[in-house]
């Protein structure tokens, strides 16, 4: 059977990248983590680690193990956080998971602002992949997240955000910069950064394209709009995406024009339904919501 002992260095190994590294993480020898690892090893009868140039590198079965790992201690972490806050009488803790779109720089705007007025609260942020997102709320691994899809699921309570409007990105300088609102007429034959499907907004804004007869020439693909929104600042193509990251890189090299006719990114924070929802849930649920609102389709 193994035990903990061996796992705790398999975990050291993996983060640190090295077997001498991971010993000193954990205050024993090198060789007491050789003879651990290999231990392991036996145990589970998988090969974990592969010497590659003098290096230990951790096999694709490594990888995987791992991620079940990192998911126990993280609730290990959780435990031992709670039971702090409930020793030192301190006012809590809030773990968050959104999408990157929001993470990179709406979300640590927004807890920055909340934590200044909650001298007693912590707080976690994580930007990940709505799948992620639901799956972290549901394990427990987060108190709340945010979610770019409509999900249905038992484990959770959905509280849908008010729609916010695309926008449009230009380099300084291009023609369609000197317009007020880029339409899809005016897209067709530019080259464009499009976001990469499968995805809402991806499908929303191609039924406009083709409702419009209007083309753009996509010569790149992506999942985020950050990576998006870098490459129009450096100077190639144009994109249409989310007003938050567009927000984050407006300026410099990097024109935001509105986007007509509207194609709406609808968004949703989630909570496990099992879990008695906090006051600082609730409290941090009130503050995103009311400076996501500021956003929504009108305004």
Known sequence: MINNRQIEAFRALILSGSATSAANFLGISQPAVSRLIQDLERRLRIKLFQRTGGRLMPTGDAMTLYREVERSFVGLDRIERVAT?????????????????????????????????????????????????????????????????????????????PPVAAVAVLPGGHALAEKEVVTPEDLEGQDFISIAAPSLIRFKFDVVMQEHKARPRVRAETPLTMIACGMVAAGFGCAVVDPFTAKRYRGGNLVVRPFRPIAAFEWAIITASLAPESLIVSEFTASFVEAFSSYRVGD
């Open 85 to 161: 806050d409930l020793r030192e009488r301190r006012g809590g803790a809030l773990r968050v998971a959104a999408l990157p779109a929001l993470a990179v720089g709406f979300l640590p705007e927004l807890a920055a602002d909340f934590l200044a007025r909650r001298p007693t609260v912590d707080i976690a942020l994580h930007g990940m992949n709505s799948p992620f997102v639901l799956d972290w709320v549901t394990n427990g691994q987060c108190d709340l997240g945010i979610v770019g899809q409509h999900f249905q699921h038992a484990g959770i309570n959905v509280e849908m955000l």
